[in-house]
């Protein structure tokens, strides 16, 4: 089995865990306040970023695409339909469910597996190690979204820390 798959797995499954709790706390927030969901979920820092919905979501596709490519499987493709803090809360929840099921038997051998992967839709196909692919691209993009899913909700005056961010 792979260590580093196995211990970033489990790093992104904590922050998965963490966008729940703050999706929660959200959804209180709204709530107290009066306010409805789609001021939030449209909400960016800036108007050239991403928006609140897009940044989970991005979150989400970046941890299911890791786990199924360092386990030799096809990435699933889902639908960015997502259209209330319910729906947002359902995705992760199946992301994590989704990385749960892979077998850790598959990852054995993946750091030093060499992946073919397309860093969008327009760029060319690169081949990398899954342990340069894993460190290189999955975290900091994970982490880029998860932080500014975050940092949105933080601009938008829901009462978060940094506990929150590391469910803790």
């Given at each position: 089995?792979?260590?580093?798959?196995?211990?970033?797995?489990?790093?992104?499954?904590?922050?998965?865990?963490?966008?729940?709790?703050?999706?929660?706390?959200?959804?209180?927030?709204?709530?107290?306040?009066?306010?409805?969901?789609?001021v939030?979920?449209?909400?960016?820092?800036?108007?050239?970023?991403?928006?609140?919905?897009?940044?989970?979501?991005?979150?989400?596709?970046?941890?299911?695409?890791?786990?199924?490519?360092?386990?030799?499987?096809?990435?699933?493709?889902?639908?960015?339909?997502?259209?209330?803090?319910?729906?947002?809360?359902?995705?992760?929840?199946?992301?994590?469910?989704?990385?749960?099921?892979?077998?850790?038997?598959?990852?054995?051998?993946?750091?030093?597996?060499?992946?073919?992967i397309?860093?969008?839709?327009?760029?060319?196909?690169?081949?990398?190690?899954?342990?340069d692919?894993?460190?290189?691209?999955?975290?900091?993009?994970?982490?880029?979204?998860?932080?500014?899913?975050?940092?949105?909700?933080?601009?938008?005056?829901?009462?978060?820390?940094?506990?929150?961010?590391l469910?803790?």
């Open positions: 089995m792979s260590t580093m798959t196995m211990t970033g797995l489990t790093t992104l499954g904590q922050t998965l865990d963490a966008l729940v709790r703050i999706l929660d706390k959200l959804a209180a927030h709204a709530e107290a306040r009066k306010i409805e969901e789609a939030y979920l449209q909400a960016r820092l800036y108007p050239d970023m991403f928006a609140f919905t897009r940044q989970i979501q991005i979150a989400c596709d970046f941890a299911k695409g890791a786990a199924a490519r360092m386990a030799g499987q096809e990435v699933p493709g889902w639908a960015d339909e997502e259209k209330s803090i319910a729906d947002l809360k359902a995705r992760v929840e199946r992301t994590k469910a989704f990385i749960a099921a892979i077998d850790p038997a598959l990852y054995a051998g993946s750091d030093g597996r060499m992946l073919k397309k860093l969008g839709r327009n760029a060319p196909e690169l081949e990398m190690s899954g342990q692919y894993f460190a290189k691209v999955v975290l900091p993009n994970f982490y880029f979204h998860a932080s500014m899913a975050y940092a949105i909700l933080r601009h938008c005056g829901v009462e978060l820390g940094k506990g929150d961010f469910n803790r």
